[in-house]
């Protein structure tokens, strides 16, 4: 066990570094710049953006700046925003906790739904049901996020006026209900997909659960088929969607940058947008990081508890 | 949004003037005579109810001292205040200063280079502490400081031998005459020198994330990507503020924006305003207040005048002729701006009424050319001495009216042999060295030339302003014209206003002469707003709409 962690571990440094060289590149080599905004200002001259480009160590050499960068990396600063002039860890702070707020309660409606319609296209396979489910599961990944989004925004909030067009809450009311009435669109637009994605996977697992013998066993033991579906099929379809959470983590912040986008969403997704806009190096770099970094600890979660689980895994 | 109607009764100095001036003596005698109550049009005697102001972008930049956009001096201007702040009408008033230094007034020296301001003794900080002349002195130096991330320090760079005679009593002595600072500095918020002499570095200082002004709103809470709330600072020195909360929602999407605009959810559309294809939907909302006011904004094609097909002044006069500016402004622009011929702003006492109106006629335009010598060459483009009449222009992708009028340009281009190929780029490439190091061919841009309401326009005009040559200033258009430079040094050093008036009709003679650029509009913005919310008024002197939130009310 100690290779194979000592291995995965490695292998996820390397990722690590080839993300930061490639993202650096790419980021810094864009023409423009964070100070172009700043071109048309009257006033403001060619001199003045000269200074603060040098104040700001951004005419040293890529390489100097690089490694100037993961220098601070190392010692645990991730540099300062140029838009927000606040260090970048308090920035993608700020944004952490509705961006959360999002993957949290579309994440639950995921897994919940998305078990649901697996489960039940399972056991009712070929049914109407099952039909609809497939169907209805090769639409959801067929059509952007953002199509869904402005789609739900036109019928709930501007046709019917049943639930606001964006925003996390409404200015002056904190409620808790307020929170919830705006949480409940970008939600079940954010985890659309991953209901199609989570009931197609769960649906394979609980069929290859229920031909499994124990299955058999059960039944033929006079267990009810509710019980033997509740506890024997779908605790053991469960285990393989571990590996599945791994990727569907990382995945669904890369869906939230479209939800929140159209939902006026203030978390990290509209941060990495607006950062990019701005050439806001230090966060944008601080958040291709953190994504990263999320995606590698998901999936190193997800081997570990897969290697956990099942011994041949380690030895492979 | 929270529309509080309940108004006090009790007038303030402000409201009784404004009240006399506008008739108000038969408005207390027959209110009835008035669309409203004469009490409603009354700032309530506390501060009352909440505005939310819609912004496409967010307000991120709480040092105003510090590179920040136009989005950021709404906030600036709310929570600090400045030694003066210039009026709609362009008038310069004072504001923590008592008046306006002149030379009548001493405050200035007959050759412009010793000033003394006086300033207000009633004036104290968020934070309960007096402002003094310590403040105005530390503020000034700090811009200039090598050390500090400082914005724009053009003007500020001249201060020389900073005194402070009294808490209330400054002075300074400038390197060389020049008149347009006291216009900067109706955009220099001073700053609380006991907060940030403190702070070890002022660049990362916490006060950049929690400001301390002197301004009529203080400090609220900020959700990173939604919102700031600014509340009403009850020992104002000034008028208002008559609201308790100032809320600025950031909403990027400007259709969205534009929607809660609709549904209630803002109320008043600050900077990005309301698209014009929305303008006529706008009006015919109810409960709102939709009107159109124009900026100082101009939306021209910058030739690039070092390509040698623009040297040729026929060319120059050729290209202005074949556009169809009407068009453009009526059918691709909603009819929302107004015709331009020059970079002063319509509403400037420095605008030049006089200069030849733009006319539309293609066949002058050929003829023009051929008298030239530009004759067409065998693929119908016109061409001399080996040079084609053929040139890029350039603007910023997704900006689609802008793509839509170069299109409509370039097919009248082509009628009279011209060829201009279109090469747009991101922003961020646009506003980079291409656009600083005049490295485009001919650009559409929009353009503000002045700063607050000063006439100076040696940034934008003389020949030191060329970056690509080495200059300091932001001639991007590579402009240079010998008469030009000596009036607007001229210009510069000459504190009367009726000299400067008649140097700065000049050059804009000149200027309209010479077209290195060709003016397509003046840019004017949908403002829109909630019925009630009073006390709002335009002022396209300044970058935003919220430079006087303090007056605002609900009637």
Excluded at chain 2, 346 to 365: G, M, Q, V
Aim: hydrophobic share 45%; with cysteine; glycine share 8%.
């Amino acid at each position: 066990m100690a290779a194979f962690l000592f291995s995965r571990f490695l292998q996820s440094a390397i990722l690590l570094v080839i993300v930061s060289i490639i993202g650096f590149l790419v980021l810094y080599l864009m023409p423009g710049g964070p100070l172009s905004q700043y071109a048309l200002d009257p006033g403001m001259t060619q001199e003045d953006i000269a200074r603060i480009t040098e104040q700001l160590g951004l005419n040293r050499p890529l390489y100097v700046q690089y490694l100037d960068w993961v220098w601070s990396l190392l010692q645990g600063d991730w540099g300062t925003s140029f838009r927000d002039g606040s260090p970048v860890t308090q920035v993608i702070a700020r944004h952490v906790p509705a961006t959360l707020l999002l993957m949290g309660s579309s994440t639950v409606i995921a897994v919940a739904v998305g078990t649901w319609i697996g489960v039940r296209g399972a056991t009712h396979r070929y049914s109407g049901f099952d039909y609809i489910a497939t169907v209805g599961a090769m639409i959801a990944l067929s059509i952007p996020t953002f199509w869904f989004g402005l789609i739900g925004i036109y019928i709930f909030a501007l046709r019917l006026d049943w639930l606001p067009a964006g925003n996390m809450y409404t200015i002056g009311d904190g409620s808790v209900l307020n929170y919830l009435h705006h949480l409940i669109l970008p939600s079940i637009v954010l985890a659309l997909v991953h209901i199609a994605i989570w009931s197609r996977f769960m649906r394979t697992a609980t069929l290859d659960a229920i031909s499994q013998d124990f299955v058999k066993t059960a039944r033929a033991k006079g267990v009810s088929e509710r019980r033997v579906v509740m506890k024997h099929v779908v605790g053991n379809a469960l285990l393989p969607m571990i590996t599945l959470a791994g990727v569907q983590v990382p995945s669904l912040l890369t869906g939230a940058l479209v939800t929140e986008t159209v939902f006026t969403w203030p978390g990290m997704g509209r941060l990495f947008l607006d950062s990019l806009g701005y050439s806001d190096y230090p966060v944008v770099m601080g958040l291709l990081m953190f994504s990263a970094l999320l995606t590698i600890v998901a999936n190193l979660c997800a081997d570990i508890a897969v290697a956990l689980v099942d011994p041949r895994i380690r030895l492979a | 949004m929270t529309k509080d109607k309940s108004v006090k009764s009790g007038f303030t100095r402000r409201a009784t003037l404004r009240m006399m001036t506008a008739g108000g003596a038969v408005g207390l005698l027959v209110p009835s005579m008035l669309g409203k109550p004469a009490f409603a049009q009354t700032p309530p005697s506390e501060p009352t109810g909440r505005v939310v102001v819609g912004l496409s972008q967010e307000p991120t930049v709480f040092n105003p001292l510090m590179p920040h956009i136009e989005t950021d001096d709404g906030v600036a201007f709310s929570i600090f205040d400045a030694l003066f702040r210039i009026t709609p009408d362009g008038e310069i008033v004072p504001n923590l200063a008592t008046e306006v230094p002149t030379i009548e007034n001493g405050g200035l020296s007959e050759d412009g280079l010793s000033w003394r301001i006086k300033l207000r003794d009633d004036v104290k900080w968020h934070d309960g502490e007096p402002f003094t002349a310590e403040d105005v002195k530390f503020t000034l130096e700090l811009i200039t400081d090598p050390n500090f991330r400082a914005w724009r320090t053009a003007g500020h760079v001249l201060v020389r031998d900073i005194e402070v005679v009294s808490p209330t009593e400054i002075t300074w002595r400038m390197e060389e005459p020049f008149a347009p600072y006291l216009s900067f500095l109706s955009e220099t918020f001073i700053l609380p020198k006991h907060i940030l002499a403190e702070a070890e570095d002022p660049n990362d200082a916490p006060f950049n994330q929690a400001p301390v002004g002197t301004g009529a709103f203080k400090w609220g809470s900020r959700q990173a990507g939604d919102n700031l709330q600014l509340v009403a600072n009850l020992e104002y020195h000034g008028d208002g503020p008559y609201i308790e909360q100032l809320v600025f929602k950031y909403i990027p999407d400007m259709t969205v924006l534009y929607t809660q605009f609709r549904s209630g959810e803002i109320d008043l559309v600050g900077q990005a305003y309301i698209t014009p294809d929305n303008y006529e939907e706008a009006k015919s909302l109810d409960e709102r207040v939709v009107e159109l006011v124009p900026r100082g904004t101009l939306e021209s094609i910058y030739l690039n005048q070092t390509l040698p097909v623009f040297q040729d002044k026929a060319v120059r006069e050729a290209l202005y002729l074949a556009i169809d500016r009407k068009s453009i402004i009526d059918l691709l622009n909603f009819g929302v701006p107004g015709e331009a011929e020059t970079f002063m702003p319509e509403t400037s006492a420095y605008y030049n009424p006089d200069l030849p109106k733009h006319e539309f006629d293609l066949h002058k335009a050929a003829s023009l050319l051929d008298e030239a010598g530009w004759t067409p060459g065998s693929d119908g483009i016109r061409e001399k001495d080996g040079v084609r009449l053929s040139f890029t222009n350039s603007t910023t992708t997704g900006a689609h009216l802008r793509e839509q009028a170069q299109q409509f340009i370039q097919q009248t281009y082509a009628q009279i042999g011209v060829e201009m190929k279109i090469e747009n780029l991101p922003p961020a490439v646009m506003w980079g060295e291409f656009w600083g190091q005049s490295q485009f061919e001919s650009a559409m841009v929009g353009i503000t030339y002045l700063i607050g309401a000063d006439p100076d326009v040696t940034n934008r005009f003389h020949s030191k302003a060329i970056a690509a040559d080495s200059g300091s200033g932001s001639n991007n258009a590579r402009y240079s014209n010998p008469e030009v430079d000596k009036l607007l040094e001229e210009g510069a050093r000459t504190f009367d206003i009726e000299k400067r008036k008649a140097i700065y009709k000049e050059i804009q003679g000149i200027i309209r002469d010479d077209l290195p650029f060709l003016p397509l509009f003046r840019y004017t913005n949908v403002f829109g707003r909630k019925e009630g919310l009073e006390g709002f008024e335009a002022n396209s002197n300044t970058r935003t709409e919220s430079s006087h939130a303090a007056l605002w009310y609900w009637g």
